[in-house]
């Protein structure tokens, strides 16, 4: 073997968390050259997490990625299969700087095989991104979540991620829960661009993807919920009110005033405001605007909860704006 330092073999291992003894094997197959060794040492982890990447993956974490100036925003969800894993600080830096990457790169998919056979053909490699590369290292984001494979002994995976991206004047803001198990990411838009700078902005915008992370609300106002969806809910309201022997003629009436409570359960704006049920968050931006001195929107917002990912990275509500 040729001479290899103990201080190069520590470095190795506290980057990789491999072996001693596997740590300083690759770095005698690199000639000393210690990115060189990694890159070894991660063709072997890449070929020991084979058998881990088919175990299923519902513990994780959600992680944020917010530009300096608040243009731009990422939500991602990574998953492991033990909670044990989730808090590990491996795992928590791994999440984090997916978020940042993609926060910089833009990816339209998380993988190839998540894009149907019909347009696979028109996806670049740059487009996805497990196949980009990660920063200035010499492996892509798909063996860098392998790597942690082998390291952590846990299947990993990136399930889903959504950017959101400000066009004119606007904000975006974020919300992790504690335990990072639910996360928020929500857009608003404003008329001025000294608005995103008040403390009373900020204040307002943590408060509403609070809101969402809270009372889980599925749009923003109303006019976004599908006409079935509201049909379906006025059917049931009108057969309850025919249960409870209410005149026949009073059913659509009936039927309509009970509606409201269903409307606030789902709509971000006419929901109780989390810290003071007696105004709804309509009314909350109300109030705040007059403080602010500015007109903000609510544009759209997504809420992650850990294991919800299903099948379908990206998945976000409609982002229509709405002036409250």
Known sequence: MAEISAQLVKELRERTGAGMMDCKKALVEAKGDLPEAEVVLRKKGIASAGNKESRSAKQGLIAASITADGKLGVLVEVNCESDFVAR????????????????????????????????RANIK???????????????????????????????IVVSRFTIYEVTGNGFVGNYIHTGSQIGVLLEVGTTKPETSAKDEFKTLVRDLAMQVAAAHPQVVNREQ??????????????????????????????????????????????????????????????T???????????????RYKVGDSGDAPGVEPSPLPVTA
């Open 125 to 155: 490699a740059h487009e996805t991104l497990y196949d980009q590369k990660f920063g200035s290292e010499p492996h892509t984001v798909g063996e860098l979540v392998k790597t942690k494979i082998a390291k952590l002994g846990e299947n």
């Open 288 to 302: 705040a605007n007059g403080k602010i001195g500015d007109t903000v929107t609510v544009s759209r917002f997504v």
């Open 88 to 119: 590990t600080e491996d795992f928590q830096k791994l999440a984090a700087d997916v978020a940042a990457h993609i926060a910089v790169t833009k990816p339209k998919h998380v993988r190839l095989e998540d894009v149907n056979e019909a347009e």
């Open 225 to 286: 919920l599908p006409a079935a969806l509201v049909a379906k809910e006025l059917d049931i309201q009108r057969d309850r009110a025919r249960a409870e022997q209410k005149p026949e003629k009073m059913l659509d009436k009936i039927a309509e005033g009970r509606m409201s409570k269903f409307y606030e359960e789902v709509c971000l704006l006419e929901q109780p405001f989390i810290r003071e049920n007696t105004i709804s968050i309509t009314e909350l931006i109300k």
